[in-house]
């Protein structure tokens, strides 16, 4: 099983431009790429490498960070070896005035519906996908309900704050 030195190591040979920052956090390596079309590049080559084989697409999921300035809506990937149960995860972020990114359905099938929800919930939309359309919300709704826009509760009300929900 690759450590993360080394798989850090062979990511930023191939990639090293393209990779912002990262960090080892519950000993998955987590790696932040630049914004733009990247992550599929990344993980095409993780899912390929004679090694890694980082072939099971375990999560994906819409990010949306408000006060990130260009940078407010992402997408975090987390890829995992079956055999081996080495994971990585990586993250992409975007601006909310643009809130595109590549679809990876053509590497992983299962990321088909993963993306029709983050779509659904933050309106992120995955180019290439085969179907992308509402999954879970009715069509006509016309915001995003996860994107953190609305307060959570009344605003009448001084008993719930929003910093006690992650805000």
């Not at 407010?72 to 994971?87: A, H, I, P, R």
Request: aromatic letters at 12%.
């Amino acid at each position: 099983m690759p450590n993360h030195e080394e798989v850090l190591k062979e990511l930023n040979a191939q990639f090293g431009d393209k990779i912002q920052c990262y960090k080892v956090d519950n000993d998955t390596l987590i790696i932040d790429l630049e914004s733009g079309d990247h992550a599929y590049n990344v993980l095409n080559y993780l899912q390929n490498d004679s090694i890694l084989k980082l072939n099971f697409l375990t999560t994906l999921c819409g990010l949306h960070f408000p006060d990130h300035s260009g940078a407010e809506l992402g997408v975090m990937y987390q890829v995992k070896n079956l055999v081996t149960g080495y994971s990585l995860r990586l993250k992409s972020y975007f601006p909310i005035a643009h809130p595109k990114i590549k679809s990876v359905t053509s590497l992983f099938p299962s990321a088909n519906w993963m993306e029709r929800q983050e779509y659904d919930f933050f309106g992120i939309e995955f180019e290439g996908h085969p179907d992308l359309r509402r999954i879970l919300n009715v069509d006509d709704m016309d915001y995003f309900p996860m994107r953190k826009e609305y307060r959570l509760e009344d605003a009448t009300r001084d008993d719930k704050e929003d910093k006690y929900f992650g805000r």
